[in-house]
Every structure is written in structure tokens, then in C-alpha cells.
């Protein structure tokens, strides 16, 4: 089965314009949660969404924003982009919606501003 | 929102050593505690996990024990070997999952 997988891998974007990013669940998870990763820190809580809707946000600008669609994938979009910006930002797909139970991480998609 | 705070950010022990690495949370409504294992350019994934109503769950050589009024938690690590050599990360969780900033451990041959 196949496990969380997110696109694109890596992408090189310039300061102002904008990203999407995507995920695919694993068949059956109904709740996808989305991190931004800084290189030495810990994945920091951008937004949560189960069954399309949004169950929770972190402490991030209205600049980044995220829709689940009908299939469970999801989308995260980040508008006029900074340096601060550039991180790891992984993907995460869960059975429940509490996020009680085990969080299941993509590859992640590397993204360098310049 | 939840605040977690984890240490030591690193630790160097000896193969055979026992490792501990120590997080505390700050809402008291957090109610699932798992930790994760990060190896070099690649995800994250869940080596031990404890719910609030336990203190206490081994796996192994994997231990993590709660302490629920002072709302701290750690991870045990007995036996070290080099392939435990990677970052370690905690996280609490009620309505969403908050992480540590992570522990870098190194097992030395």
C-alpha cells in the first residue's frame, strides 16, 4: 500500500511570487495535517483538515493557506513568498481527525526562496 | 496553543549507554504523547507513543513514562546502538499535534 506521498520533491521560487504544494494520503485517511520543518528545529503546525474541512491552524500568516479535496489529497498554497519561508514542509495523513494517533509523514517538499 | 519544550537539543553517548531525552507541555488538555524518529533526509516516523492514562509503556529497548501533573514526559533509550544515531523529536497533542525541537542523538562505536 502505498504510503503518504507529496510533490514536488524540491522547487527553487524567487521572494513575492507563489507556491503550491500537494499530498496524497494514505487510502483510507480521512485527515491530513501540514508542518513547515526549519533546517535543526522541529515541524512546526500550519493547518489540519478532515472530510474538506479545516479542523485546525497554527500560528502562520494569512499568506499560507490549504484545501482538502473529495479524494482526501490536499493542497497547500504560500502567496508572495519570503526568505524566512524556505523549510521542509511535510505532509501528514492520520486515520482520526483528534490527531491522537499515529501521524504518517510524506517525503516532504523542499522549498529553497532566493 | 500547546508549547512543548524538549532536552537536550544534542547528546553523544557511548553504544551500550542508555539515552534520555525529556519534554514538558504546557496544556493540560494534551492527552496523546508520541515520539518520532527523524534519520538524515527522511520523515519523520513514530517509534513509541502514550496516552494520559498511562504512565508508563516499554517496547524493547524503547520506554517512554508521563508524568501527567507535571506535565512532562521522556523517552528512554537502553542499550544504544549507532543505528539509534539520528533526531529524536517529542510531541503533545490534543485537538492538533505540537513537536519538540528535537534532540540529536549520537551513539558512538
Known amino acids: 500500500d502505498a504510503g503518504v506521498t507529496q510533490s514536488p520533491t524540491h522547487l527553487i521560487k524567487t521572494r513575492g511570487q507563489q507556491v503550491t504544494l500537494r499530498c496524497s494520503p494514505i487510502?483510507?485517511?480521512?485527515?491530513v495535517s501540514w508542518y513547515q520543518q526549519v533546517l535543526g528545529q522541529g515541524p512546526q503546525f500550519i493547518f489540519q483538515?478532515?472530510?474538506?474541512?479545516?479542523?485546525g491552524r497554527g500560528n502562520f500568516p494569512d499568506r499560507f493557506s490549504a484545501r482538502q479535496f473529495p479524494n482526501y489529497s490536499s493542497e497547500l498554497n504560500v502567496n508572495a513568498l519570503l526568505l524566512g519561508d524556505s523549510a521542509l514542509y511535510l505532509c501528514?495523513?492520520?486515520?482520526?481527525?483528534?490527531?491522537?494517533?499515529?501521524?504518517?509523514f510524506g517525503e516532504g517538499s523542499r522549498l529553497t526562496v532566493l | 496553543g500547546e508549547n512543548v519544550e524538549q532536552h537536550p537539543s544534542t547528546l553523544s553517548v557511548q553504544e551500550g549507554d542508555s539515552a534520555v531525552i525529556k519534554c514538558t507541555y504546557s496544556?493540560?488538555?494534551?492527552?496523546?504523547f508520541p515520539w518520532y524518529k527523524q534519520e538524515l533526509g527522511k520523515r519523520p516516523q513514530l517509534i513509541i507513543d502514550i496516552r494520559s492514562n498511562v504512565g508508563e509503556k516499554k517496547d524493547q529497548r524503547i520506554a517512554v513514562t508521563l508524568n501527567k501533573t507535571a506535565k512532562h514526559f521522556s523517552l528512554h533509550i537502553t542499550e544504544t546502538q549507532p543505528e539509534d544515531s539520528a533526531v529524536y523529536f517529542c510531541?503533545?497533542?490534543?485537538?492538533?499535534?505540537?513537536f519538540g525541537a528535537g534532540t540529536r542523538l549520537t551513539v558512538k562505536p
Open positions: 483538515y478532515y472530510e474538506k474541512e479545516e479542523r
Open positions: 487510502s483510507g485517511h480521512k485527515s
Open positions: 496544556d493540560s488538555a494534551s492527552n496523546y
Open positions: 510531541a503533545a497533542s490534543h485537538n492538533d499535534m505540537r
Open positions: 501528514a495523513s492520520s486515520v482520526t481527525p483528534s490527531n491522537t494517533g499515529e501521524l504518517f
